[in-house]
């Protein structure tokens, strides 16, 4: 099942495409890496040595998830019309759409627990953590690569399916409400 990136990068791919959801394939990853390397420096221990700490980051990452529901929804609304009653896609600035990786990436706290909870049982305590780190961190931003790529390609394919605003809109409508439903399951979630 699809995770809240993998939905974006695919949502952005149908209205924008691959090539503008590059963008929000390098703010997600930056986030991985991000919640990797820093699960890898001990954060996971103190989130799990906090649960308040982690109850606000799940409530805020909930919250992120929920407002993304709501603006895909909106975003329907927008598509122009052009030609012969196909739909346009719309602009999408580069930046905006990074930012808006890194955060739908960011705002999830269970890939914390997850890097937490997976990786370090592929560490042996034995040898150089560091390049062991490294290994871990390439192995799983290149599988994440892949299944981005993935995602956003079926994303084109669905595009030329949803050519007509009555589709897009229904599109829109089932992804908006995945992003919500990620968000209530997250903030229903006690880890």
Not at 4 to 25: D, E, F, I, K, Q
Not at 33 to 40: E, K
Not at 64 to 90: E, K, N
């Amino acid at each position: 099942m699809p995770g809240p990136n993998m939905m974006h990068v695919m949502s952005v791919s149908v209205r924008y495409g691959v090539a503008r959801s590059m963008a929000v394939m390098a703010g997600c990853m930056l986030a991985i890496v991000l919640v990797i390397v820093t699960s890898l420096g001990g954060m996971a221990g103190v989130l799990a040595a906090s649960p308040r700490l982690f109850a606000v980051l799940r409530m805020v990452g909930a919250a992120y998830l929920v407002f993304l529901g709501i603006r895909v929804w909106m975003a329907r609304h927008a598509v122009q019309a052009g030609a012969g009653g196909m739909s346009q896609p719309m602009r999408a600035d580069v930046r905006d759409l990074l930012r808006d990786g890194f955060l739908t990436g960011i705002s999830n706290p269970k890939l914390l627990l997850f890097a937490a909870a997976f990786l370090p049982q592929f560490v042996n305590p034995m040898a150089a953590r560091m390049p062991q780190y490294g290994l871990l961190v390439a192995t799983f931003v290149g599988a994440e690569a892949f299944w981005y790529a993935v995602y956003a390609t079926a994303g084109r394919v669905l595009s030329t399916w949803l050519r007509t605003p009555r589709v897009q809109a229904l599109f829109a409508w089932v992804t908006g409400a995945v992003f919500m439903g990620f968000g209530i399951m997250l903030l229903m979630t006690h880890v």
